[in-house]
C-alpha cells in the first residue's frame, strides 16, 4: 500500500505567474540546514525575487529569502544564501536545453512540505511583454464581473 503523503503550502510565487507564461513543471527537493527547516515550519520564507541557475551542472536557487530561526544561534545561515536544489540528471539536461536554447527562464512558483521532506516547484517560463500583462488584467477582471452579474442574477440554484 502506497502511504499519501500530506502537503503543507508555505509560500507562493504570485508575481511569477503574473510576470511569466508558466510551461512546465519540476517538483524538486531543497539541500537545507537544520533551522532553515525550523523557520520554514514556522511559515517564513519569501520567493518574490527568486531565480534558478544552473552552474557545474547542479542547479541552485537564488536570492530565496528563509529568515532566520529565532530560537537559532550560531548555526543560523544567511538568510539570501544559494541553496542547491535536488534534481535528477535527465531534468537538469532538460532545462539546460530548454534555457540555452529556446530563450525560456526557471522561476520556482510554491514551496511547501511534502511529508516531512521541504519541496519547491520550479516552472520553465518565458517572459511576458506589458501587452500580455495588459490581457491578462482585462481578462480576469471581465471574469470577475461576470461572475458577479452571475451571483446577482438570483437564478444560481436552477
Known amino acids: 500500500m502506497e502511504k499519501k503523503r500530506s502537503y503543507k503550502l508555505i509560500s507562493q ?18 539541500e ?3 533551522t532553515e527547516v525550523k523557520s520554514l515550519r514556522q511559515g517564513n520564507c519569501n520567493l518574490k525575487d527568486s531565480f534558478v ?12 529569502h528563509i529568515s532566520p530561526y529565532e530560537h537559532g544561534n550560531i548555526f543560523n545561515k544567511d538568510p539570501k544564501r544559494n541553496r542547491r536544489l535536488l534534481l535528477h540528471r535527465g531534468e537538469i539536461n532538460r532545462l539546460i536545453g530548454a534555457t540555452t536554447r529556446e ?4 522561476v520556482p ?3 511547501y512540505f511534502s511529508g516531512s521532506f521541504v519541496k519547491v516547484d520550479i516552472a520553465l517560463a518565458k517572459g511576458k511583454k506589458l501587452y500580455d500583462k495588459r ?13 458577479r452579474e452571475y451571483k446577482s442574477d438570483g437564478r444560481r440554484g436552477e
Do not use: C, P, S, W
Not at 17 to 24: A, L, P, R, S, T
Not at 53 to 64: E, G, L, R, T, V
Not at 135 to 147: G, L, N, P, T, V
Open 103 to 106: 530563450g525560456y527562464t526557471i
Open 32 to 34: 537545507l540546514v537544520g
Open 135 to 147: 490581457r491578462d488584467i482585462a481578462d480576469k477582471d471581465m471574469r470577475r464581473e461576470a461572475q
Open 109 to 111: 512558483t510554491k514551496i
Open 53 to 64: 541557475k544552473i552552474y557545474d551542472n547542479q542547479a541552485y536557487i537564488m536570492n530565496m
Open 13 to 30: 510565487n504570485k508575481k511569477a505567474f503574473h510576470d511569466y507564461f508558466i510551461n512546465e513543471t519540476f517538483q524538486a527537493g531543497v
